[in-house]
């Protein structure tokens, strides 16, 4: 019997080496997209390859989803890897290009190109890949309904590192519904005037973590609304963006909480905004213990802002402070406090050195019902 088992297997691998080689790609657990009809010409639409390994992927224990790095994987439609799985910790390996056509020729939807869902203990490792939205072809159309690249929704345990993204038709990676997560070495690059092409955007997650990340978008490098909370981002080079914002909270009567916010050892290089918190005069809410620390600026335009559209009620703004400011701003404005009627409250700005690079504009604080303390602070901020 174990001699025609033995005959048997040689036969197949002579007969059918491309079966064979499938065979032990799927005992050992890996699938590769190139074995499920993926062709990596940069021309075929691999998006059924991806999915087709990403099933198999799903339904077996301790597996590994590989993009490899021989290749451009062209998605003309949107795509969904979706949980829940039953393999209990899972890897996408992302070591070549994914691009998409230009908005004339995609087939798809304004839904994320690739949504991860229901996904739990996954880790990708982006080393050697790209992401490539190709987003050039739909920014001239700032109405137009526009995907994201990459969205994860209800991931917990989630860890992203080495992953780059390029030139997304809208925002380049949202995160929702979330908890537990840690994103580091994410390089985001697009052009400063791509429109609302934000970096991250996280809504109503928990314990997310973002570390040692070069972010250069259009709108937000980071952005976080929705109720969420312990979010922490260090170690991220921001330009050119609209900074780090709280918010918008409250848009369209939302009810948005946002707290336990620490954003550490950051840089903003010519950004439109610093360290930002905006919210809408209408919606309830609040936004509370929130920490900047750290921060290094480079001819930043806003670098401290909280914006509360001068309201009666809405969103409260409590417990915010900003410590460790150093660099320059764009122009004058350094530090524009502009709450509404109800007031910002226990607002601390603590050793802030924030000179202006514009010639005869000397940097100054705005401040507008806010209240709190300031010490060691330049420009002075009398009106706190």
């Known amino acids: 019997m174990q001699r025609l088992i033995i005959t048997c297997v040689l036969i197949l691998f002579f007969v059918s080496?491309?079966?064979?080689?499938?065979?032990?790609?799927?005992?050992?657990?890996?699938?590769?997209?190139?074995?499920?009809?993926?062709?990596?010409?940069?021309?075929?639409?691999?998006?059924?390859?991806?999915?087709?390994?990403?099933?198999?992927?799903?339904?077996?224990?301790?597996?590994?989803?590989?993009?490899?790095?021989?290749?451009?994987?062209?998605?003309?439609?949107?795509?969904?890897?979706?949980?829940?799985?039953?393999?209990?910790?899972?890897?996408?390996?992302?070591?070549?290009?994914?691009?998409?056509?230009?908005?004339?020729?995609?087939?798809?939807?304004?839904?994320?190109?690739?949504?991860?869902?229901?996904?739990?203990?996954?880790?990708?490792?982006?080393?050697?890949?790209?992401?490539?939205?190709?987003?050039?072809?739909?920014?001239?159309?700032?109405?137009?309904?526009?995907?994201?690249?990459?969205?994860?929704?209800?991931?917990?345990?989630?860890?992203?590192?080495?992953?780059?993204?390029?030139?997304?038709?809208?925002?380049?990676?949202?995160?929702?519904?979330?908890?537990?997560?840690?994103?580091?070495?994410?390089?985001?690059?697009?052009?400063?005037?791509?429109?609302?092409?934000?970096?991250?955007?996280?809504?109503?997650?928990?314990?997310?973590?973002?570390?040692?990340?070069?972010?250069?978008?259009?709108?937000?490098?980071?952005?976080?609304?929705?109720?969420?909370?312990?979010?922490?981002?260090?170690?991220i080079a921001c330009g050119p963006g609209h900074g780090i914002s709280i918010g918008s909270l409250g848009r369209n009567n939302g009810h948005d909480n946002v707290e336990q916010v620490y954003v550490y050892n950051c840089t903003f290089t010519k950004t439109t905004n610093g360290a930002r918190i905006k919210t809408f005069k209408d919606g309830p809410g609040y936004a509370r213990n929130i920490t900047y620390e750290k921060i290094t600026l480079i001819q930043a335009y806003n670098p401290i802002l909280i914006n509360q559209h001068y309201g009666v009620g809405g969103v409260e703004v409590s417990g915010v402070t900003f410590r460790g400011f150093e660099g320059t701003s764009g122009d004058d404005r350094a530090i524009t406090l502009a709450c509404g009627s109800q007031g910002c409250k226990d607002i601390v700005l603590d050793q802030i050195n924030i000179t202006s690079s514009k010639d005869g504009k000397p940097a100054a604080c705005s401040c507008t019902n806010a209240h709190g303390t300031a010490t060691s602070t330049v420009p002075n901020c009398d009106g706190l």
């Open 17 to 235: 080496p491309c079966f064979c080689k499938r065979l032990l790609l799927e005992t050992s657990n890996t699938y590769n997209v190139i074995d499920y009809g993926a062709k990596g010409d940069g021309e075929t639409d691999d998006s059924q390859a991806f999915l087709s390994a990403w099933e198999k992927t799903c339904a077996t224990s301790g597996s590994t989803l590989v993009i490899p790095s021989k290749g451009t994987f062209l998605l003309k439609k949107n795509i969904m890897f979706k949980g829940p799985c039953q393999a209990t910790n899972i890897q996408i390996q992302i070591q070549g290009k994914i691009i998409v056509p230009t908005q004339d020729a995609w087939q798809g939807d304004d839904s994320p190109i690739i949504m991860i869902s229901n996904v739990n203990g996954l880790t990708i490792d982006g080393t050697g890949g790209l992401i490539d939205g190709l987003g050039s072809s739909w920014w001239s159309c700032k109405n137009c309904k526009r995907p994201t690249v990459l969205a994860f929704n209800a991931c917990n345990d989630l860890s992203v590192s080495s992953l780059s993204i390029a030139n997304s038709p809208q925002a380049h990676i949202t995160i929702n519904g979330c908890e537990g997560a840690t994103f580091s070495n994410i390089n985001i690059q697009s052009p400063g005037d791509s429109p609302n092409t934000d970096g991250i955007d996280i809504s109503s997650s928990k314990r997310i973590l973002i570390k040692d990340s070069n972010i250069a978008s259009g709108d937000d490098c980071i952005a976080i609304i929705g109720d969420s909370s312990n979010i922490n981002a260090t170690g």
